[in-house]
């Protein structure tokens, strides 16, 4: 059964097969418009996108296009939908695929937002309502979180940024990654963004 939420000054639609779109993350929307500001010319890439909300509130008050990618068709038409009911849809672009797989080798982004599964596999059993997909981080809860690393990696504009959403600090300090730099991060009700720029 479908249902809806206002998340900022957007109503995004979700049902059982993805992960309900949780309100504290809209720290994250909000830091990317204010880093859009700034930030070079170029679309804005939301990897692990769900239903959309996260990107989709990104671009409120901006011109930027988006490309949202995700590994579930179901998430994929919610993102496409939410797209549409909300006006967004001729900004934005749903690729359904791996994250390795989902990318032109030549196209660059201004900015990439994140928010993978960060759970770690053995306690994916405390979510029973949540889709496993959606929140599987592998052993560690980190294996979505460093392909998210390499899309950006190869994909970021010089001067652009990465925020990535985690479950907690140790995480962030797990995933320090020689291709970043750590800007700043920021905690929410839940979990934490960081922020991440390209090294040298």
Excluded: K
Excluded at 62 to 88: K, M
Excluded at 127 to 140: M, N
Excluded at 175 to 181: E, G, I, N, Q, V
């Amino acid at each position: 059964m479908s249902s809806s939420m206002t998340f900022g000054s957007l109503t995004i639609g979700y049902d059982e097969r993805v992960l309900e779109p949780r309100p504290w993350v809209l720290v994250q929307s909000e830091w990317a418009r204010e880093l859009l500001a700034d930030a070079p010319p170029g679309p804005v890439l939301e990897l692990c996108t769900g239903a959309g909300h996260i990107g989709l509130m990104a671009l409120v008050g901006n011109d930027r296009r988006l490309v949202a990618v995700d590994a579930s068709p179901d998430a994929c038409r919610w993102a496409l939908d939410n797209a549409e009911a909300n006006g967004l849809a001729d900004r934005v672009e749903v690729r359904q695929g791996r994250l390795q797989d989902a990318l032109r080798r030549d196209e660059r982004f201004a900015l990439v937002v994140a928010d993978p599964p960060w759970v770690p596999r053995a306690e994916i059993g405390r979510f029973p309502e949540d889709p496993v997909l959606a929140i599987d981080g592998g052993d560690d809860g980190l294996d979505v979180a460093r392909a998210c690393l390499d899309t950006a990696a190869a994909a970021l504009e010089p001067d652009g940024s990465l925020l990535l959403q985690l479950g907690n600090d140790a995480q962030a300090e797990a995933l320090a990654d020689a291709r970043f730099t750590e800007v700043e991060r920021r905690h929410g009700e839940r979990g934490l963004v960081v922020r991440l720029r390209r090294a040298g």
